[in-house]
C-alpha cells in the first residue's frame, strides 16, 4: 500500500482546534529541531501517562503526586523531603544533623565517641565496665548493679552496691 511521502516542512493543522490523529505507529525517533526547545505538552495540556523502556534523561524532575519505585533509587546530589517518610532501611555513611526530634523505636547501636547534651533513661542502663567522667570528678564503676546518684549539691550517693571499683572525687 503506497503512503503519503511528505519532503521538506510539513505543518498539520492550521489552528490550536485542529486534532491530529496517528493511528499508526512509528517506526523512526521522534527528534524535536533544537535541543531543550520544543515541549511536549504544556502546563494546562498534560500527556496523562508516559511509558518508557529503557533509559530516561531528565534535565528536571517535579513530582505532584505519589511515586513508587520497584527498583533502586540512587540520589547523587541534596535530597529534600518534606512530611511523613517511612524508610524500611537506612545505611548512612557521612553525618547525619537532626534538627528535630528523633524518635527511635527499636534497638540503637552506637559505635565510636558520642556526645549527648541530656540523657533521659527511663528504662533499665547497664553500663559494663563504664568510665564515667563529669566535670569535677571521675566514677569508675565495677559489676554488680551499683547505682550511683549525684544531687545538685554535689552529694554522692551509693546503694545496692556489690561491687564498687573506684570513686573519686576532685
Known amino acids: 500500500a503506497a503512503g503519503l511521502?511528505?519532503?521538506?516542512?510539513?505543518?498539520?493543522?492550521?489552528?490550536?482546534?485542529?486534532?491530529?490523529?496517528?493511528?499508526?505507529?512509528?517506526?523512526?525517533?521522534?527528534?524535536?529541531?533544537?535541543?531543550?526547545?520544543?515541549?511536549?505538552?504544556?502546563?494546562?495540556?498534560?500527556?496523562?501517562?508516559?511509558?518508557?523502556?529503557?533509559?530516561?534523561?531528565?534535565?528536571?524532575?517535579?513530582?505532584?503526586?505519589?511515586?513508587?519505585?520497584?527498583?533502586?533509587?540512587?540520589?547523587?546530589?541534596?535530597?529534600?523531603?518534606?512530611?511523613?517518610?517511612?524508610?524500611?532501611?537506612?545505611?548512612?555513611?557521612?553525618?547525619?544533623?537532626?534538627?528535630?526530634a528523633a524518635d527511635f523505636n527499636g534497638a540503637v547501636d552506637i559505635d565510636g565517641h558520642t556526645e549527648l547534651d541530656d540523657l533521659n533513661v527511663s528504662g533499665i542502663a547497664t553500663l559494663g565496665s563504664a568510665n564515667i567522667v563529669a566535670a569535677g570528678g571521675t566514677f569508675q564503676v565495677g559489676a554488680g548493679g551499683t547505682v550511683l546518684y549525684v544531687d545538685t549539691s554535689g552529694t554522692l550517693t551509693i546503694g545496692s552496691a556489690t561491687t564498687l571499683a573506684t570513686v573519686s572525687l576532685n
Open 5 to 100: 511521502v511528505a519532503n521538506g516542512d510539513v505543518d498539520l493543522g492550521n489552528a490550536t482546534s485542529d486534532t491530529i490523529t496517528p493511528t499508526g505507529r512509528f517506526d523512526a525517533a521522534l527528534v524535536p529541531a533544537s535541543d531543550g526547545a520544543i515541549d511536549l505538552g504544556t502546563s494546562s495540556l498534560e500527556w496523562r501517562n508516559v511509558y518508557v523502556d529503557g533509559h530516561t534523561e531528565l534535565d528536571d524532575v517535579n513530582v505532584s503526586g505519589a511515586s513508587t519505585f520497584a527498583g533502586a533509587a540512587d540520589f547523587n546530589g541534596a535530597v529534600d523531603i518534606d512530611g511523613h517518610t517511612e524508610l524500611d532501611d537506612v545505611n548512612v555513611s557521612g553525618a547525619s544533623t537532626f534538627a528535630g
